[in-house]
């Protein structure tokens, strides 16, 4: 057995909230993806020379990701976000550049896409191969910090209770390279490919998880720990929980909406830890049929609800939450953005609009672009 490799986890205030969301760069008059993204960085780069703080390379060089700060609510880490889109799209106009948001493209081709010049995506690439290339996705991912570290293993555990409705509500790619492909979340079942990503192993010990990550080095699997992509990770560097369950959004109401549902529930068990309450947890197996019933069914799926096996459509559950949830929401500063879950709820999710706007085209998929372009510019699903 290799060395166990420590892990220390950084202080941070309990609860604080911070939110990344990658987004595509599509052409203006063609609706497919540009390569652009060098020149975007450029354009924002500060007179200091030195790259922007909230506006950050990914994978390819379709992609820019805009992240908040370490905020304390909700609206806060929106704002950021807000402000770093508008400087992006002012940087992509000039270039007949859109921003768009969403878990997948829904015609442009994987292996046209460029990877970003940079060592530790060559190494992904290198060792991924054919499923490395096809990361043709985007994610949102929300990080609430987490007081105590004796907190972090058992709050993960619970969350993956909670986990097919974060994924059904923001389910957001079900076309891939201009094909249907049957599921609400087609990114979801793609990016578990990779080796180290998909749903995270039910730790009870810090000290699990230090020997797994020295396991995983010592037989070059990792290089370091953030090479672990887990769904739902620790995040040692900031103190906090990582979620990476959602798709991408395609407007700023349904990344804060879905982020604030997300914080509320990590408040939530959180609370109940301190008082003493044994956290929900559910077998492996549940969890892992969850997360397909929501990829395949979105807004439609039966997930299971409990260890029991009891069983609910994902909207009721979503909608019982909501209620459970709205004390937490007054706490976090964040009740407004928790209530707007509810338009997901009303109007369906990505997903569904995206087939609806198909229908509307007869099934050209350049009018889906369009709307999804249309949402985020509006800030609202459409």
């Known amino acids: 057995m290799a060395a166990p490799v420590r892990l220390p986890f950084a202080r941070s205030e309990r609860s604080t909230v911070g939110i990344e969301w990658e987004l595509a760069l599509v052409d203006t008059d063609s609706g497919d993806l540009r390569q652009a993204a060098p020149s975007i960085f450029e354009a924002v780069r500060g007179a200091d020379g030195l790259d922007h703080p909230n506006i950050t390379q990914e994978l390819l060089l379709n992609t820019v990701e805009v992240s908040s700060g370490k905020c304390t609510t909700v609206d806060q880490a929106g704002e950021d976000l807000r402000r770093a889109i508008e400087q992006v799209q002012d940087a992509a106009t000039p270039l007949r550049i859109d921003v768009m948001g969403g878990g997948t493209h829904p015609f442009a081709h994987w292996a046209r896409q460029k990877v970003t010049d940079k060592q530790r995506y060559a190494t992904l690439i290198d060792r991924t191969q054919w499923w490395g290339r096809q990361m043709l996705i985007y994610g949102v991912h929300v990080h609430v910090g987490i007081e105590d570290r004796a907190k972090v293993l058992p709050i993960s555990r619970a969350m993956l209770t909670v986990f097919p409705h974060i994924q059904s509500l923001s389910a957001s790619s079900p076309f891939w390279a201009g094909k249907d492909t049957g599921y609400a979340s087609n990114r979801a079942l793609i990016f578990q490919q990779l080796p180290t990503a998909g749903l995270p192993f039910g730790f009870d010990h810090w000290e699990q998880l230090e020997q797994y990550v020295g396991d995983m080095m010592h037989t070059g699997v990792i290089d370091q720990f953030d090479e672990v992509r887990w769904d739902i990770r620790p995040s040692p560097r900031f103190g906090t929980l990582e979620m990476r369950i959602a798709d991408g959004a395609t407007n700023l109401l349904e990344v804060t909406a879905i982020s604030a549902f997300t914080h509320c529930l990590v408040e939530h068990f959180s609370t109940l830890l301190d008082q003493g309450h044994a956290l929900p947890t559910m077998p492996p197996w549940f969890a892992q049929e969850n997360?397909?019933?929501?990829?395949?069914?979105?807004?439609?799926?039966?997930?299971?609800?409990?260890?029991?096996?009891e069983e609910e459509l994902v909207t009721d559950s979503v909608a019982h939450w909501l209620t459970e949830l709205a004390p937490v929401a007054e706490r976090l500063g964040c009740s407004a953005e928790l209530e707007q879950v509810r338009v997901i709820l009303r109007k369906g999710a990505s997903y569904q609009r995206q087939r609806a706007a198909a229908r509307r085209h007869a099934g050209e998929l350049d009018g889906v672009v369009r709307s999804l372009v249309a949402e985020m510019q509006a800030g609202r699903p459409l």
């Open 291 to 309: 997360k397909w019933r929501s990829a395949r069914y979105g807004m439609d799926a039966i997930v299971i609800t409990d260890a029991a096996g």
